[in-house]
T-cell receptor, first 113, second 113 residues
Framework: GQQLNQSPQSMFIQEGEDVSMNCTSS?????WLWYKQEPGEGPVLLIALYKAGELTSNGRLTAQFGITRKDSFLNISASIPSDVGIYFCAGQLSGAGSYQLTFGKGTKLSVIP | DSGVTQTPKHLITATGQRVTLRCSPR?????VYWYQQSLDQGLQFLIQYYNGEERAKGNILERFSAQQFPDLHSELNLSSLELGDSALYFCASSVSLGEETQYFGPGTRLLVL
């Protein structure tokens, strides 16, 4: 099946620093999504991208849908302690009425105050 | 709070047993998705139901089955449990077929001993 390569696997950063993570795929997707998961919770949608080349922001978060439709990145600016969690990229390929998500393995973010 | 509820939150059982996980989608959502999250495989799509009908199947074992009832709640049945079935099981729901945002529940943590 489709595989998403997400990197880095984990990051330790100082509070206030910017963070960048990305996802690449061997196949194209129609939609790229970024989720955040905190301990004991389900993934929460942060940003959804629907068009190749699209750049979308949500507060301090910015994500882009790659032109080739095979990659996406997420930037977090001026990190704060509550940014701690695991960030997942997910690709969605609509076809035959199925909109299942394919997830990356996640980037575990730790913020040092 | 995503509006998706899952019960139970934790489940401990023995190999060979059978368990049922329950999910109630957000009010008005017609689609329910089941995902398995394990340490080595990450988040994997299992199955989707839309308005009571199976819509898409992912990496779901034959020992696993699901259904969606007329009131739109869903149950995931796991039988002949093995140690490797220990994982977090998430349910997600969306308004229609899935082109829209999928909202995740808090998950059920299954431990097979």
């Amino acid at each position: 099946g489709q595989q998403l390569n997400q990197s880095p696997q984990s990051m330790f950063i100082q509070e206030g620093e910017d963070v960048s993570m990305n996802c690449t795929s061997s196949s194209i997707f129609n939609t790229w999504l970024w989720y955040k998961q905190e301990p004991g919770e389900g993934p929460v949608l942060l940003i959804a991208l629907y068009k190749a080349g699209e750049l979308t922001s949500n507060g301090r978060l910015t994500a882009q849908f790659g032109i080739t439709r095979k990659d996406s990145f997420l930037n977090i600016s001026a990190s704060i302690p509550s940014d701690v969690g695991i960030y997942f990229c997910a690709g969605q390929l609509s076809g035959a009425g199925s909109y299942q998500l394919t997830f990356g393995k996640g980037t575990k973010l730790s913020v040092i105050p | 709070d995503s509006g998706v509820t899952q019960t139970p939150k934790h489940l401990i059982t023995a190999t060979g047993q059978r368990v049922t996980l329950r999910c109630s989608p957000r009010s008005g959502d017609l689609s329910v998705y089941w995902y398995q999250q394990s340490l080595d495989q990450g988040l994997q799509f299992l199955i989707q139901y839309y308005n009571g009908e199976e819509r898409a199947k992912g990496n779901i074992l034959e020992r696993f089955s699901a259904q969606q009832f007329p009131d739109l709640h869903s149950e995931l049945n796991l039988s002949s449990l093995e140690l490797g079935d220990s994982a977090l099981y998430f349910c997600a729901s969306s308004v229609s077929l899935g082109e829209e945002t999928q909202y995740f529940g808090p998950g059920t943590r299954l431990l097979v001993l």
